[in-house]
């Protein structure tokens, strides 16, 4: 062979072999570049997904619900369900709104309602601090209506008790001493398990 054609043939060997050098290098990058791709990808859908998550819950702390008891100088006193995150405002609103002789100066219509509170809207010259029970045992207790003391007009202050049913607490109450337990109020005339349901957290016999 001569010397011309071995030249030829090694020259033809190197640029193969950095031809397959440059192939294989080029592949693994594009490999590489596939993998960091598909990384970025998957924190995206990642990220995606978490977000919807917190969605998810804040929608669900929205959603969430209070029942409180509204009484005092409104319309119609009563035991209501707000939305988490409603104010006093709102469930007076609920309630019919404050009547005439309501002491609006007296109370912070811009509370935040908390579950199984007991907010007593005052009337004007009476110095009555608003009510809030869930915080502690005591409170909650002084916050109760005591059916063997009650007046007509507290009586009345209880979610459906009219003026008729008042009085007939407190002739029961004349006639018969006083109430065992929160059950015996069961024994008037017109207070039947749906309506006894809604005052039976709000009412004591102590």
């Known amino acids: 062979m001569k010397r011309?054609?071995?030249?030829?043939?090694i020259t033809i060997s190197i640029i193969l072999s950095l031809g397959m050098i440059i192939f294989h290098s080029t592949k693994s990058s594009d490999i590489l570049l596939d993998k960091n791709e598909n990384t970025k990808i998957s924190e995206k859908i990642k990220a995606e997904d978490n977000e919807a998550v917190i969605e998810q819950d804040s929608a669900a702390v929205k959603n969430e619900k209070v029942v409180v008891y509204i009484s005092g100088e409104v319309v119609n006193p009563q035991v209501i369900?707000?939305?988490?995150?409603?104010r006093l405002i709102d469930a007076v609103e609920k309630c019919g709104g404050m009547t005439e002789n309501a002491d609006k100066n007296a109370v912070n219509l811009a509370l935040l309602l908390k579950d199984e509170d007991h907010y007593v809207i005052p009337k004007?010259?009476?110095?009555?601090?608003?009510?809030?029970?869930?915080?502690?045992?005591?409170?909650?207790?002084?916050?109760l209506v005591n059916i063997n003391t009650a007046d007509k007009t507290t009586l009345i202050s209880l979610p459906s008790i009219g003026e008729k049913t008042a009085e007939k607490i407190i002739q029961y109450r004349e006639t018969n001493g006083n109430f065992k337990s929160i059950d015996d109020i069961k024994n008037i005339n017109g207070i039947g398990e749906k309506k006894f349901e809604q005052i039976k957290d709000l009412i004591t016999v102590k």
Do not use: A, F, H
Not at 4 to 9: A, E, G, L, N
Not at 81 to 86: I, L, N, Q, V, W
């Open 124 to 143: 004007i010259g009476e110095n009555l601090q608003l009510n809030t029970s869930s915080n502690n045992k005591s409170s909650q207790n002084n916050n």
């Open 4 to 9: 011309k054609d071995i030249i030829i043939i």
């Open 81 to 86: 369900e707000m939305k988490d995150g409603d």
